[in-house]
């Protein structure tokens, strides 16, 4: 039967609705998402995203960290001091700048490991992300 609400999976309350989904990024703190419906059990401190939700917290922390990466340029110079260029990255990785910049999974999962922003059309990568990459194997911090 049908009774007009949703009802938890794991202990069968009522499910209640909240309107602002709210997550820690580890990249750039906590990530709020307005105006957004999902239930939740207060019961069990359950919640139920839907996935549409949790794509606009992706989106959102996405355009949180190419904020944060573009706010550490005051200027045009500051480029090749917190940055580093595809070619010399590659060079530190002892691989070709081609091979960095395909699209294999092996390159897909490094991008994910290591920041960067695309500039004038070319991308560059975080000199501190890459430090830490390289002697840890991720190169992902808080930015904020």
Known sequence: MDNGYKICRKCESKLLTKT?????STKVGKV???NVEYEYCQKCNIDYIPVDVFNK???LERHLILNALAKRLNNIEDIN???MSSKEFANLLD???RKLLGKSINMKLLHNAVYSIVL???RY???ESVAKFVTSGNGIFLLT
């Open 20 to 24: 602002t989904y709210e997550l820690d």
């Open 32 to 34: 709020r998402v307005y």
């Open 57 to 59: 917290w992706k989106e």
């Open 81 to 83: 001091t917190q940055y």
């Open 95 to 97: 691989i070709s700048e």
């Open 120 to 122: 004038f059309g070319h």
């Open 125 to 127: 990568y975080l000199r």
